[in-house]
């Protein structure tokens, strides 16, 4: 069973362009969870998504980001007119159930210059 | 969720036993205690949890004190590649909760040759 997958594991943006995360959970799990680290930071609750279904988005930003979950493909997480304050590494979670242990996606190191 | 606290860091030799204690003396009944650890800036990774029995599994033991307001987690032969940030995470289950994780600081392991 494979893990779970995010890519690209490196992404590098100018100012005020756009980045697309895509994660994709393990077999089987409809939960998916992320969460951003900053440079020497802790790791950060960011949003928790079922299939089609934002359930919980109250560690997002405000502006600019967004995330989906599709019923088909994987989830995504978006930054638009990213800022050098973006850079960080993502990571995305997945979970059979809403609760229990989460499974860790390697993460998507996001470099803005 | 409660709040946990942690030593922040932490040394072991390698070949002994490492415990990591944490205290969430703020645990309510309903609450399980996990353990995650991040091993140089990879994705967390799950060792282990439990609500008041001690468990057990390949990786790790942890023991919870009665009461439930500290927990030791215990990996009984620590390795070099053992040396990661440990977290110390209290959630609850169930639909009342999103199931995020809410990161601390965690306590650095460092095992030494």
């Known amino acids: 069973n494979a893990g779970v997958m995010q890519n690209p594991r490196h992404l590098v943006r100018r100012r005020g362009q756009e980045a697309r995360l895509r994660c994709s959970p393990m077999k089987g799990h409809s939960h998916v969870y992320w969460y951003r680290q900053l440079p020497e930071e802790g790791l950060k609750f960011m949003v928790y998504l079922q299939k089609e279904n934002i359930i919980d988005e109250s560690g997002m930003p405000k502006e600019r980001f967004s995330a989906e979950f599709p019923k088909e493909g994987p989830s995504i997480l978006r930054i638009q007119q990213v800022v050098r304050g973006d850079s960080a590494a993502y990571f995305c979670a997945s979970s059979p159930t809403g609760y229990g242990e989460q499974y860790f996606g390697p993460g998507t190191r996001l470099t803005v210059t | 969720d409660a709040k946990t606290t942690q030593p922040t860091s932490m040394d072991c030799a390698e070949g002994r036993a490492a415990n990591l204690p944490c205290n969430h003396s703020t645990i309510s009944g309903n609450e399980y205690v996990y353990w995650y650890r991040q091993i140089h800036s990879q994705g967390p990774q799950y060792i282990i949890h439990?609500?008041?029995n001690n468990e057990t599994n390949e990786m790790a033991s942890l023991i919870i004190t009665e009461d439930r307001k500290s927990s030791t987690l215990i990996l009984p032969h620590a390795t070099l590649r053992d040396t990661a940030v440990y977290y110390c995470i209290v959630r609850l289950h169930g639909s009342s909760n999103t199931g995020k994780l809410i990161f601390g600081q965690g306590t650095t392991l460092q095992v030494k040759p």
């Open positions: 439990g609500l008041k």
